[in-house]
């Protein structure tokens, strides 16, 4: 009967569990506020953050892409079993625009739920 008592603890607590699962670099946000546009260059901001996501070239513009994506997804008896539907997912953007080898301008945004 002791061995019950301490079994469903067990149990239980190896059902409250949640498994997180990232895609991309973690993109720090201090590391954003430190660039400027017109004087921060492509090598400072590869350095910064590493290879990007995405690159695409237009006319004299070169566009770099960061993504990052983070889910959260309750799982249950020990990550066995997962609950794709009541996880959470967050999703953070930067965007850079270069023209010669400098950043013009760039953006950054993060949505989650």
Do not use: H
């Given at each position: 009967?002791?061995?019950?008592?301490?079994?469903?603890?067990?149990?239980?607590?190896?059902?409250?569990?949640?498994?997180?699962?990232?895609?991309?670099?973690?993109?720090?946000?201090?590391?954003?506020?430190?660039?400027?546009?017109?004087?921060?260059?492509?090598?400072?901001?590869?350095?910064?953050?590493?290879?990007?996501?995405?690159?695409?070239?237009?006319?004299?513009?070169?566009?770099?892409?960061?993504t990052f994506k983070e889910?959260?997804?309750?799982?249950?008896?020990?990550?066995?079993?997962?609950?794709?539907?009541?996880?959470?997912?967050?999703?953070?953007?930067?965007?850079?625009?270069?023209?010669?080898?400098?950043?013009?301008?760039?953006?950054?945004?993060?949505?989650?739920?």
């Amino acid at each position: 009967m002791k061995k019950l008592f301490l079994l469903i603890p067990a149990i239980v607590l190896a059902g409250c569990m949640s498994i997180t699962r990232t895609e991309g670099t973690r993109i720090d946000k201090s590391k954003v506020l430190e660039i400027k546009p017109g004087s921060t260059t492509r090598q400072a901001v590869i350095e910064a953050f590493g290879s990007p996501t995405e690159v695409s070239y237009e006319n004299s513009e070169e566009r770099m892409v960061y993504t990052f994506k983070e889910k959260k997804v309750p799982a249950y008896l020990g990550g066995v079993v997962e609950n794709e539907v009541r996880g959470s997912e967050s999703k953070t953007t930067l965007e850079l625009v270069f023209r010669d080898n400098v950043v013009w301008s760039y953006g950054f945004k993060s949505a989650g739920n």
